[in-house]
């Protein structure tokens, strides 16, 4: 019932920027947290970034000072700005939302967008 829309890859220079975009859509549902994960071929996904319905953010240490998660509550979006970019920040980027039914806050169920390409290429 629950639809994660993602957006904002694309290819960008090292020294550059991106936003990253995640909208959930439904109803019956209230959003607990909220993420951003990275996966390499090859390699277990990684958490990038995290945030709270409380505010709380949390964030891997090797983006840390660089990307910026936020989201906006009245639109179910998340966001992640995400600055100073290395090519070591070339990979797929994922949306993870926790997502707890209306009649009961003891249920979290996890959805994942579909991913959005981040490349960071001279």
């Known amino acids: 019932q629950v639809r994660i829309v993602e957006s904002g890859g694309g290819l960008v220079q090292p020294g550059g920027s991106l936003r990253l975009s995640c909208a959930a859509s439904g109803s019956g549902f209230s959003i607990n947290d909220m993420g951003w994960y990275r996966q390499a071929p090859g390699k277990q996904r990684e958490l990038v970034a995290s945030?709270?319905?409380?505010?709380?953010?949390n964030y891997a240490a090797s983006v840390k000072g660089r990307f910026t998660i936020s989201r906006d509550n009245a639109k179910n979006t998340v966001y992640l700005q995400m600055g100073s970019l290395k090519p070591e920040d070339t990979v797929v980027y994922y949306c993870?939302?926790?997502?707890?039914?209306?009649?009961?806050?003891?249920?979290?169920?996890?959805?994942w967008g579909q991913g959005t390409q981040v490349t960071v290429s001279s």
């Open positions: 993870n939302v926790r997502i707890s039914p209306s009649w009961s806050s003891k249920i979290l169920v996890e959805y």
């Open positions: 945030a709270t319905s409380g505010g709380s953010t």
